[in-house]
């Protein structure tokens, strides 16, 4: 299902300005306040990161039980809503744009799955399971490992295209924020 970020042949032929000239245009002028798609993706890897590492000096400080878990639950909503609004919007958008590699996008689609397979297990154990600390540090390492590939493989080949990522990063955001409000609202 395209999105509003994709460029489309019939918004072309109209005559309207290409996307690849409005993304060119809109990100010279850098006065809007969200930042674009990649930008914004690549701000929550780093969020999560200096999460992670929060967490690991609390494991090794032997940190409190609670503020280890309200950490590690706060790594997990974090990544469930970024991993969410890549799915639902950024993934099919580069998919589109990808052509040949397209498969970066699959391999991606796995990592995810595989995270939050760890997710559901961190969610649903408390730190005193034996393997809780284990689970999150795992879950860094494939969350390491996932960002190396976006970052350094898909994100370089989705600014070469002509996916209007202000556009995107619109998306995005608007979608983040209302999955982080669902994600607190007590169930």
Do not use: N
Not at 30 to 45: E, F, I, N, R
Not at 65 to 87: F, P, R, S, W, Y
Not at 126 to 142: F, H, I, N, R
Request: glycine share 4%; charged share 35%; net charge negative.
């Amino acid at each position: 299902m395209p999105t509003t970020a994709t460029k489309t042949s019939a918004k072309a032929s109209k005559g309207a300005a290409t996307k690849s000239a409005a993304k060119k245009t809109s990100s010279s002028a850098k006065s809007k306040s969200t930042p674009d798609a990649v930008d914004m993706l690549t701000q929550d890897h780093k969020d999560v990161k200096a999460l992670f590492k929060e967490y690991d000096k609390l494991v090794k400080a032997d940190g409190d039980a609670e503020e280890k878990q309200a950490l590690a639950l706060q790594i997990c909503a974090m990544l469930t809503a970024h991993a969410t609004v890549e799915e639902e919007l950024f993934y099919p958008a580069a998919r589109e744009v990808l052509g040949e590699d397209e498969d970066l996008v699959d391999e991606a689609d796995v990592e995810h799955a595989s995270a939050k397979d760890l997710i559901a297990q961190i969610e649903a154990a408390t730190p005193d399971d034996p393997y809780y600390d284990a689970k999150v540090k795992v879950l860094g390492e494939y969350i390491d490992h996932h960002v190396k590939e976006e970052e350094g493989e898909m994100f370089p080949k989705i600014r070469k295209s002509d996916l209007d990522l202000d556009v995107m990063g619109e998306e995005l955001a608007a979608r983040k924020t209302q999955l982080l409000g669902d994600l607190a609202e007590p169930h």
